[in-house]
C-alpha cells in the first residue's frame, strides 16, 4: 500500500521546455490535488479534480494543465516552463466528505 | 490576500516543555481547521482537526484549540520531543453549500525546534 506516490523526484528543465508530473494513488479516494510550495508561501493549490472526467481551477493555476486519467491518475502539466515556477510540487488525494489529505512525497522542479 | 496566516516563522523550545503554535484566519466562512506537519524531503502529513462546532479537540500529546471569535487556532504539543522539530502548517477549508471539494487553504507554515 504505497499511500500517494509521485514522479520525478526531481527535475531541471530550461526555460520553454514542457514536462509532465505524475501522480497516483490507491487510496480509493475521489479527490485529488496539485499544490506548489514556495518559501514563505505556505501550500498553495493549483488545481483539483473532485472526481474522475472533472477538473478545477484552484487559488494558481495559470501556465499549468492537468488530466485526471482515471480515478489513481492525476497529473501535472507545464507545456512552456518559466522560472517562477521553479518549486516544490505536491500531489494530495481525499475524499469529499472528509478534509484529510494524503500528500506524496513532492517533485522539486527547478527552471533556469 | 492570506485567508490563513501564521504570523511566527519559527519557534524554538525545550524538550519537555510545552510548544504553542499560532493561526489566525479571515475568512468566517471556515469551518473546518487542520493541522499538517512536514518533514524535511517529505509530503506534509496530517495531525489534528477541529470542526467549528468545537473548541478543543485532543489527540496525545497535541491539542487544538479554535476560537472563533477572535479567528484564531493553536496547536499545543505537550511534552514537546525532539521527534516533533517540523515544519507545521494550519490548514482551512469551508463546506458551506457542499462545494469546498475538501479544497484546504494553508498558513504559510512555522518550523518547530525541540532541543534536547
Known amino acids: 500500500n504505497a499511500g500517494v506516490t509521485q514522479t520525478p523526484k526531481f527535475q531541471v528543465l530550461k526555460t520553454g521546455q514542457s514536462m509532465t508530473l505524475q501522480c497516483a494513488q490507491d487510496m480509493n479516494h475521489n479527490s485529488m490535488y496539485w499544490y506548489r510550495q514556495d518559501p514563505g508561501m505556505g501550500l498553495r493549490l493549483i488545481y483539483y479534480?473532485?472526481?474522475?472526467?472533472?477538473?478545477d481551477k484552484g487559488e494558481v493555476p495559470n501556465g499549468y494543465n492537468v488530466s485526471r486519467l482515471n480515478k489513481r491518475e492525476f497529473s501535472l502539466r507545464l507545456e512552456s516552463a518559466a522560472p517562477s515556477q521553479t518549486s516544490v510540487y505536491f500531489c494530495?488525494?481525499?475524499?469529499?466528505?472528509?478534509?484529510?489529505?494524503?500528500f506524496g512525497p513532492g517533485t522539486r522542479l527547478t527552471v533556469t | 490576500d492570506q485567508q490563513v496566516k501564521q504570523n511566527s516563522p519559527s519557534l524554538s523550545v525545550q524538550e519537555g516543555r510545552i510548544s504553542i503554535l499560532n493561526c489566525d484566519y479571515t475568512?468566517?466562512?471556515?469551518?473546518?481547521f487542520l493541522w499538517y506537519k512536514k518533514y524535511p524531503a517529505e509530503g506534509p502529513t496530517f495531525l489534528i482537526s477541529?470542526?467549528?462546532?468545537?473548541d478543543k479537540n485532543e489527540d496525545g500529546r497535541f491539542t487544538v484549540f479554535l476560537n472563533k471569535s477572535a479567528k484564531h487556532l493553536s496547536l499545543h504539543i505537550v511534552p514537546s520531543q525532539p521527534g516533533d522539530s517540523a515544519v507545521y502548517f494550519c490548514a482551512a477549508t469551508s463546506n458551506a453549500g457542499g462545494t469546498s471539494y475538501g479544497k484546504l487553504t494553508f498558513g504559510q507554515g512555522t518550523i518547530l525546534t525541540v532541543h534536547p
Open positions: 479534480s473532485a472526481s474522475e472526467g472533472t477538473t
Open positions: 475568512n468566517s466562512m471556515f469551518d473546518y
Open positions: 494530495a488525494a481525499g475524499g469529499l466528505r472528509s478534509y484529510e489529505q494524503y
Open positions: 477541529i470542526s467549528s462546532i468545537k
